[in-house]
């Protein structure tokens, strides 16, 4: 078996045979002593190698291993040494030609992003007279620093090879490849002046880099903690149902059951998908958060735009499939409807007593929310599916000598004949039992019902005259409809005998 050799052509690594290699190294060697007194010499034989490596790789290589076959094969493509023709008097450098250049930022010339040096190669100009340019500008409403951060966004940096070659600008010589239009390190003779105020800029670049990364720093370190107790916050509210430090009751709307009150209000099928979405919509954006924190505090670079690009495509999707879903189950509350039965009592007792039958203490529930800066509570138990809600109660003065019970139920529907029907679905229960009137402080949704913005309204209509006496519980259900005085303790109504009397301005304390 023939020995082998492995060499690296234009950044690609290949196996060679050893013969192949001698004829392969004594091309190579040759053509750099045709080109060795040419100006951007080092950058030719780089296109050539370059392109020796894109024709081996075209080559359909038995084994894996390049033959002297294939070398023979190269050259011929590429030509002999000798058809390297050059000007052995050329010291000079080409004329600068623009054929072939293109604006980058100029890693090998930069003192913040490589702005200034790449605009000088493009220019085939110092550079310091455009860091100049920008410094004065900067003083005029900052346009120059937003010129050159927009610069700093949109331009490429030049990687090394071609592209780099690409930003100085070239000249087609009469031999095959390409001349660089200035040395091959992209710098300036410059004068002493401008080679001074480089300094200047670089110490001056120094320090501005050390300010912003203190600062990407700070605002990294805020986006890790941001993220990181937002999610923790999300996952212990939303999963582990633990509301222990993160409470919310001083905005009135109790996030802990959200969850558990999804069932109530959408299909039991769509509850999980649901769920799942709203995790994704709001975990992927602080995920993106903490890892952009981490690259900026620890500021390296990473090839994660296949997996930025997944995420969100992810996202989208997630935002949209939740969209649809909650207006498909928002459609179900489009139309309101309204239903009402009144009670008439033509034989009104001149006192009567008013009490609470069934409290929303003695059904004791195990979660509740509330809507804010309403008087609207709903009630949950783990024993059953029914949901409760408290009832809105009124009283106000008859027109006539009768007693009037108005029970009033709202629903919502997709149409009003459907709103119409959810209404009949709702239970609330009250008694009339000689003087007395027993009420319940809350009304029934039935497990086979969901939840559609569901009101019930109790009004008492009482004629003038009337002597009403109240229990604890049933005062408080009352109470925005009382005139009495600051001083006066509700809580001794029932027991203490206090009384109240209806007039035509409402309901007033009585003297007696």
């Given at each position: ?5 492995k ?139 937003f ?8 331009l490429?940096s ?59 720093v ?44 999804l069932s ?44 930025g ?20 189950e ?31 203490d ?64 709702l ?86």
């Open positions: 078996m023939d020995k082998t050799v060499i690296n052509l234009g950044g690609s690594l290949f196996q060679i045979d050893e013969d192949a290699y001698r004829i392969l190294r004594d091309y190579l060697q040759a053509i750099d002593t045709r080109l060795r007194n040419v100006a951007g010499a080092a950058e030719t034989l780089e296109d050539i190698e370059l392109r020796i490596a894109e024709i081996f790789l075209s080559q359909k290589i038995t084994a894996g291993i390049i033959s002297r076959e294939n070398v023979e094969a190269m050259m011929s493509i590429i030509g002999k040494p000798e058809d390297f023709e050059t000007d052995e008097d050329e010291t000079v450098p080409p004329p600068f030609s623009r054929e072939g250049q293109r604006l980058y930022r100029n890693p090998d010339d930069s003192i913040i992003g490589g702005v200034c040096g790449g605009i000088g190669a493009f220019l085939n100009t110092d550079p310091v007279w455009f860091r100049i340019l920008f410094i004065v500008t900067a003083l005029f409403f900052g346009i120059g620093f010129v050159y951060l927009g610069l700093w966004i949109a490429p030049a990687p090394a090879g071609t592209s780099r070659r690409d930003m100085y600008g070239r000249k087609r010589s009469s031999s095959s490849g390409y001349v660089p239009s200035r040395n091959t390190q992209g710098t300036y003779a410059g004068s002493n002046i401008g080679n001074a105020f480089n300094e200047v800029f670089r110490a001056l670049g120094r320090v501005f880099f050390i300010i912003v990364r203190v600062f990407l700070i605002i990294g370190v805020s986006f890790v903690m941001t993220g990181f107790l937002a999610m923790v916050t999300f996952v212990m509210v939303f999963f582990f149902r633990y509301p222990g430090y993160f409470s919310t009751e001083a905005f009135g709307l109790n996030f802990f059951y959200l969850p558990d009150f109530y209000i959408v299909s039991p099928a769509v509850a999980p998908w649901i769920i799942v979405l709203l995790s994704l919509a709001i975990i992927l954006p602080l995920l993106a958060l903490i890892y952009w924190g981490v690259r900026m505090i620890f500021w390296f670079r990473a090839r994660d735009g296949v997996i690009l997944i995420c969100l495509v992810l996202w989208v999707i997630s935002i949209a499939a939740l969209s649809l879903i909650l207006f498909n928002g459609v179900s509350f489009a139309e309101t409807s309204k239903t009402s039965s009144v009670e008439i009592i033509e034989d009104a007792p001149q006192k009567l007593y008013i009490v609470c039958d069934n409290s929303i003695e059904l004791r529930f195990d979660k509740d929310i509330s809507v804010p800066d309403e008087n609207y509570r709903l009630y949950f138990r783990d024993d059953d599916k029914n949901l409760y809600v408290n009832t809105q109660f009124s009283i106000s003065t008859s027109n006539d000598s009768s007693l009037r019970i108005e029970i009033r139920k709202r629903s919502a529907g997709r149409s009003k004949s459907d709103a119409r029907k959810k209404t009949e679905t239970i609330y229960n009250y008694t009339i039992s000689g003087d007395s009137i027993l009420i319940d402080e809350y009304f029934t949704i039935p497990e086979d019902s969901k939840w559609s913005c569901d009101n019930v309204g109790v009004i008492l209509q009482i004629p003038t005259g009337t002597i009403v006496q109240f229990d604890t519980v049933s005062e408080n259900m009352f109470r925005p409809n009382f005139y009495f005085n600051r001083d006066f303790d509700s809580k001794t109504i029932y027991s203490s005998g206090k009384t109240w009397i209806m007039t035509d301005e409402g309901l007033k304390r009585s003297a007696n």
